[in-house]
């Protein structure tokens, strides 16, 4: 029986990949795994029993990474769960920027009471609210990802020149782009010709506040600037002086922070980009999927902090070893099955940035095996799946 820890609602249709052998629970003191939205764990107590956190989303900034990965806890996300959801709301964001919609609707309102001249109050003020189509302008994507290609091929089909600049760009994710559809590895391009620009990057020290005022002073005048997904990405003191100046036509975003509400515009949404129950649900039957996979098998598909490894499980033993990326440590590993009589079937192991994952399948001798590889200097966490 497995213990899992939910600090979110999760999606019931989440939960029930789970099955009988898990016991799951917002109180449980000692879990095996945490299933999260967006709820704080920076400063959580991470208790020794717990091996892995998949958080039902894309974003892990609420999740201490670096100290899990000395813990040897994975941790995953669901990347593509909810792009779809976010994929629309950055198309509703695209029209709000240019068609003063919501000033529209707010000033729709005052005329209640005016009976029959509403009609004509409404012919007569109707040009305050004016605004370009997007047909025909050039969007630029930064961060061509799962969200960012869905965004890219969204607005190519209604008729945008788009261009993308992502520095990781694969061709698998590249065959996933309208043919349509420029690509450009100097992010500058992207500044000097778009009429309208989205963000869809993760928050890294390197991507913080991509979008400040030496960027901004490269992009075309009345450029509209959105941002879906993460506040960080931006400077928003820069974006209200590019407003202020006029460089800046419209700023949309997800993220309202208390500086940006109520500032000519600005608009900001109260974070909805995943707020579908289309996506809550896709997310949390992946998150589960993928604690399940790890605790009943050690596979690890969608790591944030550790190397995937998705190896089919066999009726032998199997020994996942978490430990530091540094040179012989395998080859100790490996050495610890063989001194003890022990036979190796299968083993495949990946280092990603500090630290590495191996899993061994073996037979014969494995008698203290597992305590052997514990003693291995660098060894961080050990696992038998019988």
Known sequence: MYNVLTLNKIAKIGLAVLGDNYAVSDDTANPDAVLVRSAAMHD???????????????????????????????????????????????????????????????????????????????????????????????????????????V?????????????????????????????IQTTGNIDDIYAVSDYITIHVPLTPDTKETINAQTIAKMKDNVRILNYARDGLVNSTDILEGIKSGKIAAYVTDFATDDILGEKGVIALPHLGASTPESEDNCAVMAANEIKAYLETGSIVNSVNLPNIDVAKTENPRFTVIHSNVPTILNQITAKFSDLGANIENVESKSRGDYAYTVLDATGSIDGVEDQLKAIEGVIRVRVIE
Do not use: H
């Open 44 to 150: 959580m107590e991470l208790p020794e029993s717990l091996l892995a956190i998949a958080r039902a989303g894309a974003g892990t900034n609420n999740i201490p990474i670096d100290k899990c990965s000395q813990k040897g806890i994975v941790v995953f996300n669901t990347p593509g769960a909810n792009a779809n959801a976010v994929k629309e709301l950055v198309i509703a964001g695209l029209l709000m920027s240019s068609r003063d919609v919501v000033g529209g609707i707010e000033w729709a309102k005052t005329l209640k009471g005016n009976g029959a001249q509403v009609g004509k109050m409404v012919e007569k003020g109707k040009s305050n609210f004016a605004g370009p189509e997007i047909m025909g302008k050039t969007l630029g994507v930064i961060g061509l990802g799962a969200i960012g290609a869905l």
């Open 152 to 180: 890219a091929n969204a607005a190519s089909a209604l008729g945008m020149n788009v261009i993308g600049y992502d520095p990781f760009l694969t061709e698998a994710a590249k065959s996933r782009l309208s043919a349509a």
